[in-house]
C-alpha cells in the first residue's frame, strides 16, 4: 500500500484508463493546457496530446452534448465539470439527453459517458459555486451517480464508472482533494482490474450504538465523528453510501437494525434532500428496529454566504453530527458519553 | 454566401401569385425513374402522414404528433444528399425523415402505434424515432437537444479518421436556444463534418420567425462562426437535393461544418391537435397553396416534362396507398409491449439495486 492524495488517485487512474483503452477520452474546460481547475488532469495533454485531452469552450450544454453524442458511437468521454453548480448549464444534456437515449430508443445506443465534477462547501466560493446539487441527478432513472469518500474509492470507482456502458454522473468534493488516504500499489497500472460494484455501500466502520450514515466528504467527517466518539465510548457504525443511484438500500437498513438508531449527515439542503430519501427508506425497512426518530445532519437552509464565520456556521461539523447523536442516543435512554 | 430562392418578403408577406423563384433544375438531365422515384417518396410521405393524422384522431397513436405535410421535398431532397454511412439527428418532427433515411415504414407505424415492432420497440413514440441500422440517431423532442449530439456524433467520426457526414435537422426556432449558438460554435472550432439544417416553415409552433429572431435571414446566422451558409426553397426536390449533396460533400471533403436553411410551408398546424387559428388569411393561403404544395409543383413539372403520366401517376398512387395502409395494418397487428418488460431497458450495464419497484410495491419486498 502506499498513501497519496484523492487527487492524485483520480489522475493517475484517469491516465491508467487512457492508455488501456484507446476510446477513453477527456473534455472540459481548462484541461488541457491549463492542466485541470484542480489539476486532476495534469500532463495529460502532453502525453496524449490535443486529440485525446480536448480543452472546450465555456459551453458546457455544448461539449457535455457532445460527449454524449460521441457516447453515442462508441467513443467513452470522461468530461470534467468544472464544478457541479456548472452542470446546471448542461442539465438538459444530462438528464433529457444522456439518462434518456438508452431507454427511449429501446436499448438500441447505450452512453458510456463519466461526468466528473466536485461539489463542496466550505472554500468562501459563495451562493453560486458551493452548491450541493447531486439530488438533481440521483432522482433521474437511467443515470448511475458515484460519490467515492476516500483515495482508494476514487481510484477503483473512477475505473468502474469509465468501464460501465451508462452515463455516470462522478460527484468528487473539493474539500477531499488534497486528503490522504492508502491505496493499494499497483492503483495506477493500466491492467489494474480492481473495479469497485456500482450500486453497493460499504459499511466503513463498525459500531454498536448508532449508525451514522454519509457520502463523499460527510463520509470521511463520518469517520472523524466516529473516531470521537469511540473517546467518550460511544460505538458508531460509519456507512458510506459510494452509489448514489442506485442506492444500496439494504446496507444502510442492516446497519440500523443492527444498532437501532440513525443519523444522516450530508452536505446538501435538508429539505428534500439525499437525506430524505435515506431517513423514509429506513422507516420503512427498519421501523420495527427503531429506537428513536432519524435524525438528518444537513446545511442550513440559505445561499451559502461568502464570510467564514456565517458559512462555517451554515456547513454541518464534527461537533454538530456528534451533538445530533449524543441527543438522539439521550432520547432513547441510551448511555451518553 | 449563396442566396438562392429567398422567399421574397418572409412569411406572410410572400404574394401567393408569385412565380416560384427557382433556378433551372436540369429536370431534362435527370433519368425518368430517379425522378419518378423521388416523386413516390414524396407521395408516400404525404399519405404516410394523412393516415398518421387520422390515426391520432382515432387515438390508435397518442402523445404529441408532428406531420411533415408540405415538407415532402426537403425530407426527400436532404434523405437523398446523404450517403448510407451518414448518420442523421432530427428533431420531432421525424417521420418523414425516419422513412427517407431507409427506415421501414412498417416499423416507423409501429411506433406511432407503441407496438414492440416499434423502431425504438414503443419507448419512443412519434418524437424518437430511432435506428442504428441506418444510422438515424433520433428523433429529439427537446427542441436544440440534438445539436451537441449531433455534434459528437461528427467528433466521434473524426476521432476515429472515418469519412462519414453528420446532417443534424432542426426548425427555425431552434436558431434562438443556447445549445444552437455553442453547437455550431464548437463544430467550426474542432473542424466537424456536420451539416446544420434548419427546416424554415416560418412559424415555430404559432411565433413567427420574425417575432423570434433579431436575425430572421436564418442562413446567416452560421456567419457568427464563420460557417458558410445557403438557403434554398424547400418546396423543389432536386434544389434541396442538389444543395444539400454539394455541402454535405464539402463537409466531407473539407471537413468543416456547414448551414443550410430550407424554406417550404408547413401545410397544417403545429402539431395534429393544433388548428392553427393564429394565422392570418394571408398566411393560411400561403400555407395551403397548390403552389406551395411540393408535391403539385413535382407533378406539374414531371407530367409538363412528359415524365409523369396519368396511368403512371394513378399506379404509384395505388401502390403508395397500398403501402401505407400494410404499415397502418402491420401496426395495428403488432403486440402491444409487456409489462413485464418494463425494466428493460433502464441500464445497459447491469447494476446491483436497481429498483424494479412498480409504483404500489413496497421499498422492501419480502
Not at chain 1, 78 to 98: G, R
Not at chain 1, 145 to 174: G, H, K, Q, W, Y
Not at chain 1, 302 to 318: D, I, R
Request: charged share 25%.
Amino acid at each position: 500500500m502506499s498513501v497519496i492524495t484523492y487527487r492524485q488517485a483520480l489522475r493517475d487512474t484517469l491516465r491508467a484508463e487512457m492508455v488501456r483503452d484507446e476510446n477513453v477520452l477527456v473534455i472540459g474546460e481548462e484541461i488541457g493546457v491549463f492542466e485541470g481547475s484542480y489539476k486532476i488532469t495534469e500532463g495529460l495533454l502532453k502525453e496524449f496530446g490535443p486529440r485525446r485531452v480536448k480543452d472546450t469552450p465555456i459551453a458546457e450544454e455544448g461539449f457535455v452534448g457532445a460527449a454524449v453524442g460521441a457516447a453515442m458511437l462508441g467513443l467513452r468521454p470522461v468530461v470534467e465539470l468544472m464544478t457541479i453548480n456548472f452542470s446546471l448549464i448542461a442539465i438538459d444534456q444530462i438528464i433529457n439527453h444522456a439518462a434518456k437515449i438508452y431507454g427511449m430508443f429501446g436499448g438500441q445506443t447505450s452512453v458510456p459517458l463519466v461526468i466528473r465534477t466536485p461539489g463542496g462547501g466550505g472554500q468562501q466560493l459563495g451562493a453560486t459555486h458551493s452548491q450541493n446539487i447531486e439530488l438533481f441527478y440521483s432522482f433521474i432513472p437511467g443515470l448511475k451517480v458515484m460519490a467515492p469518500s476516500t483515495p482508494a474509492e476514487a481510484s477503483s470507482m473512477l475505473r468502474a464508472a469509465i468501464r460501465d456502458d451508462d452515463p455516470v454522473l462522478f460527484l468528487e468534493n473539493l474539500g477531499l482533494y488534497n486528503s490522504k488516504g492508502e491505496v493499494p500499489e499497483d492503483y495506477a497500472e493500466p491492467k489494474n482490474d480492481n473495479i469497485a460494484t456500482i450500486g453497493r455501500a460499504a459499511v466503513t466502520r463498525e459500531g454498536s450504538d448508532i449508525t451514522l450514515i454519509g457520502y463523499s466528504r460527510m463520509a470521511t467527517v463520518a469517520t472523524q465523528v466516529a473516531e470521537k466518539l469511540a473517546e467518550e465510548d460511544i460505538s458508531v457504525e460509519v456507512v458510506d453510501l459510494r452509489s448514489l443511484r442506485p442506492l444500496d438500500r439494504q446496507t444502510f437498513v442492516d446497519s440500523v437494525k443492527k444498532t437501532g438508531a440513525a443519523v444522516i449527515c450530508e452536505d446538501d439542503w435538508l429539505t428534500y434532500g439525499i437525506g430524505a430519501e435515506i431517513a423514509a427508506s429506513i422507516q420503512e425497512g427498519a421501523f420495527d428496529y427503531l429506537d428513536a426518530p432519524v435524525r438528518r445532519v444537513a446545511m442550513a437552509e440559505v445561499p451559502m454566504p461568502y464570510a467564514k464565520p456565517l458559512e462555517t456556521a451554515a456547513l454541518p461539523s464534527v461537533e454538530s453530527i456528534s451533538t445530533a447523536i449524543k441527543e438522539t442516543l439521550s432520547a432513547v435512554g441510551k448511555r451518553v458519553g | 454566401m449563396a442566396d438562392t430562392a429567398k422567399p421574397k418578403g418572409g412569411t406572410a408577406r410572400a404574394s401567393a401569385s408569385r412565380r416560384r423563384n427557382r433556378k433551372d433544375t436540369g429536370i431534362g438531365n435527370e433519368k425518368p425513374e430517379t425522378l419518378l422515384d423521388y416523386y413516390r417518396q414524396m407521395l408516400f410521405i404525404r399519405r404516410f402522414e394523412e393516415r398518421t393524422g387520422q390515426a391520432y384522431t382515432q387515438a390508435r397513436i397518442g402523445g404529441y404528433c408532428h406531420l411533415n405535410l408540405g415538407e415532402e421535398a426537403t425530407v426527400v431532397g436532404l434523405m437523398t444528399a446523404l450517403q448510407e454511412r451518414d448518420y442523421l439527428f432530427t428533431n420531432y418532427r421525424d417521420h418523414g425523415y425516419a422513412i427517407g433515411k431507409g427506415m421501414d415504414p412498417k416499423r416507423v407505424m409501429a411506433e406511432l402505434y407503441g407496438r414492440v415492432d416499434g423502431v425504438s420497440k414503443g419507448w419512443g413514440g412519434s418524437m424518437h424515432m430511432y435506428d442504428t441500422e441506418t444510422r438515424m440517431l433520433g428523433g429529439y423532442g427537446i427542441v436544440g437537444g440534438q445539436l451537441p449530439l449531433a455534434t459528437g456524433a461528427a467528433l466521434a467520426v473524426t476521432y476515429r479518421g472515418g469519412d462519414e457526414v453528420v446532417m443534424c435537422q432542426m426548425g427555425d426556432g431552434t436558431t434562438n436556444i443556447g445549445a444552437w449558438h455553442e453547437s455550431l460554435n464548437i463544430a467550426k472550432l474542432w473542424n466537424l463534418p456536420v451539416v446544420f439544417v434548419v427546416i424554415n416553415n416560418f412559424t415555430g409552433m404559432g411565433t413567427t420567425v420574425e417575432m423570434s429572431s433579431a436575425e430572421p435571414e436564418l442562413y446567416k446566422r452560421g456567419a457568427a462562426f464563420r460557417i458558410e451558409g445557403e438557403r434554398v426553397d424547400g418546396r423543389d426536390v432536386l434544389a434541396v437535393r442538389d444543395t444539400a449533396s454539394r455541402l454535405v460533400e464539402r463537409a466531407r471533403e473539407e471537413q468543416t461544418p456547414f448551414l443550410l436553411e430550407a424554406w417550404s410551408y408547413r401545410q397544417k398546424g403545429h402539431s395534429v391537435v393544433d388548428p392553427a387559428k393564429y394565422r392570418t388569411d394571408e398566411q393560411r393561403e400561403l400555407a395551403r397553396a397548390d403552389e406551395n404544395d411540393p408535391i403539385t409543383i413535382f407533378d406539374a413539372q414531371l407530367t409538363k416534362a412528359g415524365v409523369l403520366t396519368d396511368d403512371l401517376r394513378d399506379e404509384i398512387a395505388a401502390s403508395v396507398k397500398a403501402e401505407v395502409a400494410e404499415a397502418a395494418d402491420f401496426a395495428e397487428n403488432s403486440p402491444k409491449p409487456d409489462v413485464s418488460t418494463l425494466f428493460d431497458y433502464t441500464y445497459a450495464t447491469p447494476v446491483p439495486n436497481e429498483s424494479r419497484r412498480m409504483p404500489a410495491d413496497p421499498v422492501f419486498a419480502e
